[in-house]
Structure formats: structure tokens, C-alpha cells
């Protein structure tokens, strides 16, 4: 199986504490460790809306 994860800029730790608990889940169906794949997609936050507004307006509302 695949798994394809869509966030905003992660570290590295972050990442590879998704990749691991994704990993983990879709292992306790009974699936092999080696053929679960994951894919994490990193984009720009002023290209991910919430609440109508692109997130980077959200961090800057949080900011003030």
C-alpha cells in the first residue's frame, strides 16, 4: 500500500515521525513493514486554504 500525506513545510523529525506512525497503522492490518510506502508532500503554506483563507494568513493572525 501507499500512503501520500499533502502538509505545509515539515522537519525532518517531524517527517520521520509521520512516516513511522503511518507505518505502524497500516502494519497492525497484517501488512508487511517493507511494502508500505510513504509519501509526504510538502507545500507552500500560501498555497493551502482554511477557513477561506491561504494558511499563511492564519499563521500571521496567530503572530499578532
Do not use: M
Request: hydrophobic share 40%; aromatic share 4%; no cysteine.
Amino acid at each position: 500500500p501507499a500512503i501520500t500525506v499533502e502538509a505545509a513545510k515539515l522537519t525532518k523529525e517531524q517527517k520521520t515521525q509521520l512516516i513511522a506512525e503511518l507505518t505502524e497503522a497500516v502494519e497492525n492490518t497484517g501488512t508487511a513493514e517493507d511494502i508500505i510506502f510513504v509519501f509526504l508532500k510538502e507545500n507552500n503554506p500560501d498555497n493551502i486554504g482554511a477557513g477561506g483563507l491561504p494558511l499563511s494568513a492564519h499563521k500571521k493572525q496567530a503572530a499578532q
